[in-house]
């Protein structure tokens, strides 16, 4: 009877530790904006579904902070790193730091610019943004019947989607439907609603004629609407538009303010992300770029996206 209880508690003793064993996943975050909490909680709620663990770091908009927050993941030896970069332009390092310590990586939201280079093991979840600045000034110039002054609000240009999005606009204003459309201004408000509030009260100030605000988020273009408001030279039929469909952005647009934004699924880049970490930890093919379709949002289809981010 000894022997046995002895055998049953060495037995134990070794499968628990296997059973206890759940992924690490570290989670570099930019920031944590409305859109990127929505997303860093989709990737914990996946997490759970995994059975891993998340280790959720916030850079506070610190490349610098984010590349030591990195290293210590290394440093912990976790199962996989998934970064979702503050600065673009030094992805290619941290591709290089993660991939020689043969840790699986995942890019989430903002697309690496070393994208077309990325190595076996790491991988791109996130949305087409040619596609998002696209439908977003499509539906801008049908509302505008092909004719009017846009002014635009840019994310960091340090960001890829900020520069794409951008870009996005300059396109649909190219095109024979949209040729009557012009850009007159276009100022960096870095995704922040106060500062794309500052810079619509000094476009306010200096006089310059617009028809519409497009913005390369919802932030900057709730941002525009309150200086609008605050200035006092708002009216129903102003036209603004933001990128995201966040739930402020929703709730603006069910009153009427807000009249063009597009969906990205912030929690669906998280899951997706989570999940494309758990294949390559397993040694599973991963496609390069994971998508995760943007949906045009207006007022007549809003309560279709209402709840979803």
Known sequence: MKKLLIAA????????????QAEKIGLAMAQQDTFLTILKNGTLEAGKKFGATVQVEDAGNDVGKQLSQIQNMIAQKV???????VDTDATPKITKMVSDAKIPLVY?????????????????VASDEK???????????????????????????SNEAARTRTQDIEDVVKTPECSGLKIVDKREGAWDRTKGQDIM???????????????????MALGAINAL???KKWTPTSIVAGIDATPDALASMKVGDLKVTVFQNAAGQGAGAVEAAMKLIKKQPVERFV???????????????????
Request: net charge positive; charged share 15%; proline share 6%.
């Open 79 to 85: 199962d996989a790193i998934i970064v979702n970069p």
């Open 291 to 309: 998508n995760v379709p943007f949906e045009l949002v207006t007022p007549q289809n809003l309560s279709k996206y209402a709840g979803k981010n």
């Open 108 to 124: 989430v939201n903002r697309k690496p610019v070393d994208f077309a280079k990325l190595p076996a093991g790491v991988a791109f």
């Open 131 to 157: 596609v998002s600045g696209t439908v977003q000034t499509q539906q801008v110039c049908k509302l505008l019947n092909g004719k009017g002054n846009l002014l635009v609000l840019m994310g960091e240009l």
């Open 229 to 231: 408001k605050a200035a």
């Open 9 to 20: 508690a060495v037995t134990a003793t070794l499968i628990a530790p296997l059973a206890a």
């Open 201 to 219: 009260t000094n476009w306010l100030s200096s006089g310059v004629k617009f028809d519409a605000i497009v913005a390369n988020n919802d932030e």
